[in-house]
């Protein structure tokens, strides 16, 4: 994948505030799972969200784009407040893309059109348009030579850089990346890791849960560490690799690299 690098320099302060949580809450049942959280991610900073399992990771991700709804604070994207339903909704979830773990694309469609369903039918893509768009996508990501095939067709690396392509093809405002390399085996992780990377090289605003910590230092703007629904510690990578503050984070690290 090949992108002009267009990321603008200097420290995320600098950054227009893009996605912004304030004082979000969230329970599920007696579980706090959000507790007060604070974020604020600006246009084109990449942030990497770690922590331990449990932590409210996924929450906080499928709190963005609205999959999960909060209880108390707010949540916007791009200055305005997430919508709550309808076609608002919908517009919302083209805007913040999603790739999970497991790979999520329709079985019974070609790749070609695991891409170009959701231009078509969200954003009204005319389908020769859609076709064209998600033939160059496919080859940004590696797999244009897979488009007819069907998803059982390709290994784990490959349908994950697919969901990227899909995900990209609805034009998102940000990226939320939810553990996209952990169901895949070893030798395929880098192949979409690679992908992102030159996505965040290209200036796309990324929310990534990972614990690869390669991709943290060579990618990420700012590390985030979650524990027990808390933003513990923020900092560059190189400062949260080299000095972690916490000792919640210390432990964590110790356990992982
Ligand atoms: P992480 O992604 O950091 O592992 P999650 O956000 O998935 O953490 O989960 C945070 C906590 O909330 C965990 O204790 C988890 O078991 C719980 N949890 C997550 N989703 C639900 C749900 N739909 N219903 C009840 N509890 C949930
Ligand atoms: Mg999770």
């Known amino acids: 994948m090949t992108e002009p690098e267009t990321d603008p320099p200097g420290p995320a302060q600098d950054r227009r505030?893009?996605?912004?949580?304030d004082h979000v809450n969230k329970h599920f049942g007696e579980l706090h799972v959000l507790k007060d959280v604070d974020l604020t991610i600006g246009e084109g900073e990449?942030?990497?969200?770690?922590?331990?399992?449990?932590?409210g990771k996924s929450t906080l991700c499928r709190a963005i784009n609205r999959l999960e709804t909060i209880e108390s604070g707010t949540i916007t994207l791009d200055g305005a407040p997430l919508p709550a339903e309808g076609k608002e909704l919908?517009?919302?979830r083209a805007d913040v893309g999603m790739v999970f773990q497991s790979f999520n694309l329709f079985a019974h469609k070609t790749i070609r059109e695991n891409v170009t369903l959701g231009p078509i039918k969200v954003r009204g893509l005319a389908r020769a348009e859609?076709?064209?768009r998600a033939d160059e996508l496919l080859e940004r990501v590696g797999v244009q030579a897979q488009a007819d095939k069907y998803p059982a067709q390709l290994s784990g690396g490959q349908q994950q850089r697919v969901a990227i392509a899909r995900a990209l093809a609805m034009d998102p405002k940000v990226m939320l990346f939810d553990e996209p390399t952990s169901a895949l085996d070893p030798e395929m992780i880098n192949e979409v890791l690679d992908v992102m990377t030159s996505l965040a090289k290209s200036g796309m605003t990324m929310i990534v849960v990972t614990h690869e910590m390669g991709f943290a230092r060579r990618a990420?703007?700012?590390?985030?560490f979650m524990a027990d629904g808390q933003i513990v510690e923020q900092a560059t990578p190189e400062e949260f690799f080299t000095k972690p503050t916490s000792d919640r984070a210390k432990d964590f690290l110790s356990k992982i690299l």
Do not use: E, M, Y
């Not at 505030?17 to 949580?21: D, G, K």
């Not at 990449?46 to 932590?55: D, E, M, Q, T």
């Open 90 to 92: 919908a517009q919302l």
């Open 17 to 21: 505030p893009f996605v912004v949580l």
């Open 220 to 224: 990420a703007d700012r590390v985030v």
């Open 46 to 55: 990449v942030v990497v969200v770690i922590g331990p399992s449990g932590s």
């Open 130 to 132: 859609a076709d064209k």
